[in-house]
Nanobody, 124 residues
Framework: QVQVVESGGGLVQAGGSLRLSCAAS????????MGWFRQAPGKEREFVAT????????LYAGSVKGRFTISRDNAKNTVSLQMSSLKPEDTAVYYC?????????????????WGQGTQVTISS
């Protein structure tokens, strides 16, 4: 069974930076695209960023483009989300997930394994 675990969440002031990490095990991590999603209270889970199997292609939601960077290290079975210029609107539980495919994907239904989530809170 594939396991996905996020870490690195916390409280940070608006304008600050935070780096989230995701570790995967139990499957062929390096052959699948990965993604980050987030969910604020009372709102639907939304796409944040995705990276293809080799790390050569990425896609970002318009709301985070230019501020967030997704990367992966297939040798370590990890994926990261570097967040900068954080805004109060970025406050949410952030989830890491493995896609069903090798190429970048933005839809919730295109992912099969999910982490437990890590809380990110941005104060104004």
């Amino acid at each position: 069974q594939v396991q996905v675990v996020e870490s690195g969440g916390g409280l940070v002031q608006a304008g600050g930076s935070l780096r989230l990490s995701c570790a995967a095990s139990g499957g062929t991590f390096r052959n699948y695209a990965m993604g980050w999603f987030r969910q604020a209270p009372g709102k639907e889970r939304e796409f944040v960023a995705t990276i293809n199997w080799s790390g050569t292609s990425t896609l970002y939601a318009g709301s985070v483009k230019g501020r967030f960077t997704i990367s992966r290290d297939n040798a370590k079975n990890t994926v990261s989300l570097q967040m900068s210029s954080l805004k109060p609107e970025d406050t949410a539980v952030y989830y890491c997930a493995r896609a069903r495919f090798m190429t970048t994907r933005t839809g919730l239904s295109e992912y099969d394994y999910w982490g437990q989530g890590t809380q990110v809170t941005i104060s104004s």
